[in-house]
């Protein structure tokens, strides 16, 4: 890989943290936003609900908007608006404010991981777009473990300088895209956007059962994990008795298994079928699942016990991504950015009902949550199993 394209797959990978960061980045800042704002914890909580709630419902269009006009418009006007949004929610002068910025970020912020997705898939082939992919969706893994480790430093300063950073992460990653990636919709190859073909996109998307069976996988197996991270402030701050620069103790171990099941993914791509691989890495994620089971029921609530198990889970998941999200999108080639979308979709969709439904339910103890991770992994197995790319 030239040097110029290594710059490439960062950037695109930049683009795909983008979201994560937007989500996790405040959470340490919970308590103080609260305060501040003169509001509940469960009403900053929501703030998070409502941007999850907008990303998923504006990821069904972002697809279909760089399939129509370009990958590179799309960005400008997607980071644009996220730009502005990041600053009002810096400026917010109440929740119900705070809430309409949220909003904001939430339908323009997806553009970036969306875009990105199509564009691995739009410039690379084979073993190589598998490697990509691996590091695309190991930043976006990453992102929301590194994400909290910095807003507890921002905190410092102040919560509004979280925000102001998300602002300027996002003209940066913006700056490098339109300086670095190449327009990969040329005018030729462009669909017209318009409800009526958007619908009948998604028709064909959604009519196709292995697509929907990947993207419920890709969403379940990435939900297993990303509950705990929103879960963060009760888990980590409540029964762990961690201050919010404290998160990293959990964060960075995640972030370790994230790399180490990414680099196996680099490792495997072109070396062995997707078929053995899912399998191995489901029964690798199954026995850890059962083993913080074990150690939530059996053992007293204790650091080392309640985080090696979600970093080593990571590894699983990590690894098996990127076939799952190449599979997904090779399924429709002609339509890839709005293919990108459905699966983006399918995922957050399931994040949103994890934000506002799941995780209130068991942050109760951490075998709430262990729990949970095991319902996740459960669907993620019992749906890919009757998928052409686990039984072929």
Not at 98 to 108: K, T, V
Not at 294 to 321: D, E, Q, R, S, W
Not at 374 to 392: C, E, F, P, T
Request: overall charge positive.
């Amino acid at each position: 890989m030239t040097k110029h394209s290594v710059f490439l797959v960062y950037v695109l990978a930049s683009l795909a943290a983008l979201a994560p960061f937007a989500i996790d980045t405040y959470l340490p800042a919970f308590h103080e936003m609260g305060a501040f704002l003169n509001a509940q914890d469960v009403q900053i909580q929501q703030s998070l609900t409502i941007y999850l709630f907008t990303y998923a419902l504006m990821t069904l269009w972002h697809g279909a908007i760089s399939d129509a006009i370009g990958r590179i418009t799309t960005l400008k006007w997607g980071l644009s608006i996220f730009v502005l949004a990041s600053i009002g929610c810096a400026f917010a002068p109440n929740v119900e404010t705070l809430w309409a910025f949220r909003a904001l970020q939430g339908a323009s912020g997806g553009a970036g991981n969306t875009v990105a997705r199509a564009m691995v898939r739009d410039l690379f082939e084979g073993a190589a777009a598998q490697r990509v992919m691996a590091t695309v969706q190991m930043l976006f893994g990453i992102a929301p473990a590194v994400a909290p480790i910095i807003g507890g430093f921002l905190l410092g300063f102040s919560w509004q300088s979280i925000f102001i950073f998300l602002a300027i992460y996002a003209a940066i990653a913006l700056f490098a895209a339109i300086k670095i990636l190449p327009e990969t919709m040329p005018p030729e190859k462009r669909l017209t956007l318009s409800t009526k073909n958007v619908i009948a996109s998604y028709k064909t998307i959604f009519g196709d059962a292995e697509f929907a069976k990947l993207g419920i996988t890709i969403g379940a197996t990435f939900s297993a994990f990303f509950l705990y991270v929103l879960a963060s402030p009760i888990f980590l701050g409540k029964h762990l008795g961690f201050e919010p620069k404290q998160y990293g103790y959990f964060f960075v171990s995640t972030v370790t298994g994230m790399v180490l099941g990414s680099f196996l993914a680099k490792y495997v791509a072109g070396k062995y079928g997707a078929k053995p691989v899912l399998k191995a890495a489901f029964a690798w994620m199954a026995f850890i699942v059962i083993g913080n089971l074990a150690v939530c029921y059996l053992l007293p609530i204790k650091p080392i016990y309640n985080i090696l198990p979600v970093a080593l889970f990571n590894v699983g998941m990590a690894l098996i991504l990127p076939i799952l999200s190449l599979a997904a999108l090779d399924r429709h080639p002609k339509i890839r950015g709005t293919a990108a979308s459905g699966q983006a979709f399918i995922q957050m969709l399931l994040s949103t009902v994890s934000a506002g439904l799941v995780v209130p339910l068991v942050w109760y103890a951490p075998s709430g949550l262990a729990l949970a991770m095991a319902v996740y992994l459960l669907i993620g197995w019992l749906v890919i199993r009757q998928s052409q790319l686990w039984k072929n």
